[in-house]
């Protein structure tokens, strides 16, 4: 077995590898012991001028796309100085290279195939100081008054709820959403020893679009501890981990306190713009890379 058959069958396990080819079929676009970063890839996504490892004919190459033939589930695999390998299908495609010498390829990493995401559902966390509990119906009480400050409201708007009325939400909030292709996760935040309810996380989570959006509020009484913080960090590592690949929050633009958090979770704010808010995003990594 040649070392691309080594690498393919790691690829083609899941794995993201680093190796240095040899060889001059892809100068310059990869010269002989460049290294090179290799993810699995979705081969119904490639296209013409992607580099993917890819096995014709029995042997494997790291080649150029030339041709696609969608209809037959598969590629046409070339190296850079015009010799043609051949056809093959889309499933002895294995990778997709991201970076030559960590010099990122355009529009490679949006191919990467990732891991199924698990059923999701909201589980229990935990930090040093807290308890993150998937909400019950019978925390709307003890929330109504953690909620009950105006000041809290005064960028997402609307206004506090009542005991009833909260307990009416989080009827609706257990049921689960309505849409199947959309699953909400909401925690309650306790502190630690039996302590009182403090705030919220939300994940509204789309596995079929790879996303999260989330949300955290902390009641008046406890913010500026950092609590925020400390619960967005469990629960956004939880979201890698199922994995979900990109994770959005919307934060008013004059939030800075929520702009902090965000950002202290490794989001960062994007271009756009709605109702006054601004959309941050965090691109969870992938599968760390093996080998050199």
């Known amino acids: 077995m040649g070392m691309l058959d080594a690498v393919a069958d790691r690829i083609g396990g899941g794995e993201t590898v680093e190796f240095r080819p040899t060889g001059d079929s892809m100068v310059p676009l990869i010269h002989s012991r460049q290294r090179v970063r290799v993810a699995p890839v979705d081969p119904a996504l490639v296209a013409p001028g992607d580099i993917v490892l890819a096995r014709v004919s029995g042997t494997v190459y790291l080649h150029l796309v030339s041709a696609v033939d969608a209809p037959r589930r598969r590629v046409r695999i070339a190296g ?3 010799r043609v390998n051949g056809w093959t299908g889309h499933d ?3 990778g997709i290279c991201l970076a030559v010498d960590g010099v990122p390829r355009p529009g490679a990493a949006a191919k990467v195939r990732r891991p199924p995401v698990r059923a999701v559902r909201a589980e229990r966390l935990g930090t040093s100081r807290m308890d993150l509990l998937p909400l019950r119906v019978e925390h709307a009480s003890e929330m109504a008054r953690v909620l009950g400050d105006p000041v809290l409201h005064e960028f997402t708007g609307g206004a506090p709820l009542a005991a009833d009325a909260l307990r009416a939400r989080y009827v609706r909030l257990a049921a689960g959403s309505p ?3 959309v699953v ?4 309650v935040l306790r502190l630690r020893g039996d302590g009182p309810l403090v705030g919220t996380v939300q994940a509204t989570v789309t596995p079929g679009r790879d996303t999260a959006e989330t949300a955290w509020v902390i009641g008046t009484p406890w913010q500026g501890r950092g609590l925020a913080t400390e619960a967005a960090l469990a629960v956004t590592a939880w979201l890698a981990e199922l994995p979900v690949g990109r994770l959005i929050a919307h934060i008013h633009l004059d939030h800075h306190a929520s702009a ?5 979770c490794g989001f960062a704010p994007t271009p ?3 109702d006054g808010e601004i959309r941050w995003e965090r691109r ?3 599968a760390p890379a093996a080998g050199s």
Request: with cysteine; charged share 20%.
């Open 80 to 82: 850079n100085r015009g």
């Open 92 to 94: 002895r495609v294995f």
């Open 179 to 181: 849409d199947p292709a």
């Open 184 to 187: 909400w996760c909401n925690w």
């Open 260 to 264: 902090a958090v965000a950002a202290g």
């Open 272 to 274: 756009h713009r709605e």
């Open 284 to 286: 969870t990594a992938l």
